[in-house]
Structure formats: C-alpha cells, structure tokens
C-alpha cells in the first residue's frame, strides 16, 4: 500500500514563497503520474499540478507560471515550488500517487497565504 506524507507547509505572506514537499513509500517512477491537489474552507477539492511519470507536467490556469513540480527520483520525493502566493492559495494541499485506477492520497498540508 502507497503511504504518502506531505511537509513543507505554513504560513507565508502574500508575494512570498513556500515549497511543499511529499515523501512516498514506493518508487515514484513505478507510478503512473503524482500530483497536488488542494482544498480551501467551505471549496470542492481541485486539481493544482501533477507529473507524469515520464516527467511531463500539467497545472491549473491558476497557478501556472507561479508554481512548479518536480520529483527527486532518487529520495521517492515529489516538490511544489510555490512562488508569488496569493491569499486564494490558502487551503489544505495534498499529495496523490496514481497507479492505473487507484490514486493514493496523503494526509494533506495547511498552506496560509496572509499579512
């Protein structure tokens, strides 16, 4: 069974940084895709990066060119680099790992965009 587990999350100011990251217990690569997803207060869970495991990429409009996903092969750790958070960046992230129809999810991580 996938166990995924998430840090990296806080409270940041507008304008700023934060990098979440999530470890796996398998081999990232045996995955077909990992991704981030997130939740904010009284919202439907939506989709915010994922990459495939050839390593392309996808992003809701909303975050593209703010934020990037990477993965260290090498460590089972998929990164989200934050940059330039807004306030509606606030909400619960979470991790997922996809294999074929299953998809793993994480426990999730708080993410505070406030001055």
């Known amino acids: 069974q996938v166990q995924l587990v998430e840090f990296g999350g806080g409270l940041v100011q507008p304008g700023g940084s934060l990098t979440l990251s999530c470890a796996a217990s398998?081999?990232?690569?045996?995955?077909?895709?990992m991704g981030w997803y997130r939740q904010a207060p009284g919202q439907q869970r939506e989709f915010v990066a994922a990459m495939s495991k050839v390593g392309s990429t996808d992003y809701t409009d909303s975050v593209k060119g703010r934020f990037t996903i990477s993965r260290d092969s090498a460590k089972n750790t998929v990164h989200l680099q934050m940059n330039s958070l807004k306030p509606e960046d606030t909400a619960v992230y979470y991790c997922?790992?996809?294999?074929?129809?299953?998809?793993?999810w994480g426990q999730g991580t708080q993410v505070t965009v406030s001055s």
């Open positions: 398998g081999r990232i690569l045996s995955f077909d895709s």
């Open positions: 997922t790992a996809a294999i074929g129809k299953f998809t793993a």
